[in-house]
Nanobody, 121 residues
C-alpha cells in the first residue's frame, strides 16, 4: 500500500511561482514512478510530469516544458513540482500519483487527494 499526501497549492498571479510537494510512504516505493496530473474545471485529468525513484528519469507534458520541474528527495520520500511562469491555464486541482511509467492515468495505482492551484490574470 502506498499513501500520497500533496501540499503547496494556493492562489497566485500570472507569472508567479508555486511549489507543490507530495509526501510518499509505503512499501517498494523505489520500484514506482511518481507523477503529477491535473484536472481543470470541466476537463479531463491530464498528465503533467513524471519521475522515477530509481534513476530520476523525467518526462513532461508539452504545455509545461521549460516552466515546470519535477524532482525527488530520496531522504524525505518527497516529490516536488516546481512551477514557474504560471498562467491562468494552469489553474486546476493537482494530483500526485504513484505507479508505472508514462502519461496514461491507467499506469498509476495510487493517488493523492489533490491540491488546488489557482492562477489569476
Amino acid at each position: 500500500q502506498v499513501e500520497l499526501v500533496e501540499s503547496g497549492g494556493g492562489l497566485v498571479q500570472a507569472g508567479d511561482t508555486l511549489r507543490l510537494s507530495c509526501a510518499a510512504s509505503g512499501r517498494a516505493l523505489s520500484t514506482y514512478a511518481m507523477a503529477w496530473f491535473r484536472q481543470a474545471p470541466g476537463k479531463e485529468r491530464e498528465f503533467v510530469a513524471s519521475i522515477t525513484w530509481s534513476d530520476g528519469w523525467t518526462d513532461y507534458a508539452d504545455s509545461v516544458k521549460g516552466r515546470f520541474t519535477i524532482s525527488r528527495d530520496d531522504a524525505k520520500m518527497t516529490v516536488v513540482l516546481q512551477m514557474n511562469s504560471l498562467k491562468p491555464a494552469d489553474t486546476a486541482v493537482y494530483y500526485c500519483a504513484a505507479g508505472g511509467w508514462g502519461s496514461p492515468e491507467s499506469a498509476y495505482n495510487y493517488w493523492g487527494q489533490g491540491t488546488q492551484v489557482t492562477v489569476s490574470s
